[in-house]
């Protein structure tokens, strides 16, 4: 983790993901505010480490089966608790404080552009991570601490990952409104949004010069989820068990056996039965194990804490989409489809955590030893789960798509165009989270640690977000890239279906081969070491899978070799920074013969123009003066 949060601060600092702050060409790229929103923004977006660090200082002993071993012990229970979480507290700053190191490294490396610097000072670094950050830590480990401790189950620590998630994109919708943006600023857990409504008038020389004061509201949002972090503390300690049993708030009614035989052993006849192992087996096997796994994953809590949070956001975003500053727009399919998007981020931590749930499932209840001695094939655990998040992801689409009829239906508007529904959801959101989920479970199993690999996941999503800043653009490079672009009622989807199409079949391939590799190595028995795995899977890499291996390679390297075909032979591939580079070029010709000539006018005009969105063509007749 100190690794992680080390190198992206170097990254970001040294490319063009710097400009994300957004401060303006006359800020400077260090300059305090700049620094206050990287690093309150890092807090944030690392969310996933301080509960993997805080989460499990208690529900550790739980899951190594120490906790009688702890309890039986003459320590307090005070001790034991604020033991455990100042100690795991102290590894945690250990491990955010890298990211003053990074910045710092970062602001000299030799790639940086001075012109673009103010002079160094680490108190512009030390300032903003002692009002914004500390807190942060304090206020989400105290949060994360408390749930794995009273719980004593990860799931949990999921589910309150959402729960911050959603406070937050409710201030964030509170921001918008301008009667509300002072409760929402409050209201924010991470003081992202607080630290721009107080910033928010500053001029680039206030920027470059002043740190950002804790005073007004900054300081009562720091000064709330502090205080909520110290109440989450002492809830934690008079509401924890320092018992191996936990007595419940209800007492059960004690049950009474019947203790006469209902049936007599001796005249039970034991049915012969006869083992068929082939295909259809197989096939079986995968389908009623999927529907086992999908029945299983959406009673859980954090399932439904996740699709009741976003359907929750989604309400709210599909009602206040209705009326843009006074002006009503008209519920039609491609409104109500933009505003069912905020669900998409819902989406991926749904996928993203139960890639580790499903993964860990049998290893967590202690069933996998016994599960893997069964007459299976390899693939069939992996292939399973992989068909019951397909399960879940329909089943949610249907949900959504139930949702935008019914608003569409409420605010009078009664052309629901089904197909579009169907399409955008059922082939382009479809076909994205099915590449995200297969990257997701080949991360568990490469990594094998539940924690690590959800940390990782995470990175990669934060990486896909500034790969444009760090000039990887093509997208051959960026993962899941195709697109359905935005539904027009014009022209639909229009030309973007074929590039969506062969990119989609691009990384098919792509997936089918990382599928492939963590089949084989997956964990199966004891043995859970990569380098054993990786002996071990040249017995497993059956004929099956070498044909299915072949197949998904030749699907990468055909699609791959038209999609870079017509990238990049038929037409020239130029990315933003070139772009921008013959932007430039063409003003400094133009500009010593142009610049102070008198310019054309229109004074008059009667055009009438024709659009052929089929063909992506216009005419135009008419004139103008």
Known sequence: YFGLILILPILL???DAIKITGGGEQTKENAPSAIAFMEVAFS??????????????????????TEALMFSTPI?????????FFGSFLVLLLVFF???FGFTIGEFMPSRDATKLLPFSFWHYLQPFLILVLPNLFFTGAFFFAGGALTRKTVIIYTQGIILFVIYSISQNLMSDLDNREMGALLDPFGIRT?????????????NAMTVPLEGILLYNRLLWTGLGVLALAITHFGFSFNVVRSGLFKKKAIVEDKQPKIKPELVKIPSVNQHLNGWTIVQQTLKNAWFYAKMSIRELPFLTIVIAGMCLLVSALVSSIETFGVKSIPNTGNVLGSLGNFTPFLYALSLTYAAELIWKERVVKFNLINDAMPVPDFVGLLSKFFAMIIIYCGIFAVL???GISVQAMK???DFQLPVYFEHFYVGQLVT???YTVLFFFIQVMVNDKFVGIAISILFLIVQLVMSFLGVEHTMLSFASGDLGTFSDMNLYGHFVKSFSWLSVYWLGFSMIIFAVATTLSVRGTEELLKTRWFMGRHRFTKQIATFSILALITFTLSGCYVFYNTNILEKYENSKTREKGQALYEKTLKAKYEFMNQPKIVESDIKVELFPSKRSMSADGFYY
Not at 44 to 63: H, K, P, Q
């Open 195 to 207: 630290l721009g409504y107080v910033t928010r008038y500053w001029t680039p020389a206030q920027k």
């Open 401 to 403: 798509i139930l949702v």
């Open 76 to 84: 307090k229970k005070f001790d034991y608790l604020f033991g455990r």
């Open 13 to 15: 600092v040294t490319t």
């Open 433 to 435: 989270i099915i590449f």
């Open 98 to 100: 890298a990211m003053i």
């Open 44 to 65: 944030y977006l690392f969310m996933m480490i301080t509960s993997a660090v805080m989460g499990v200082a208690v529900l550790r002993d739980f899951e190594f089966n």
């Open 412 to 414: 009078g508007y009664f």
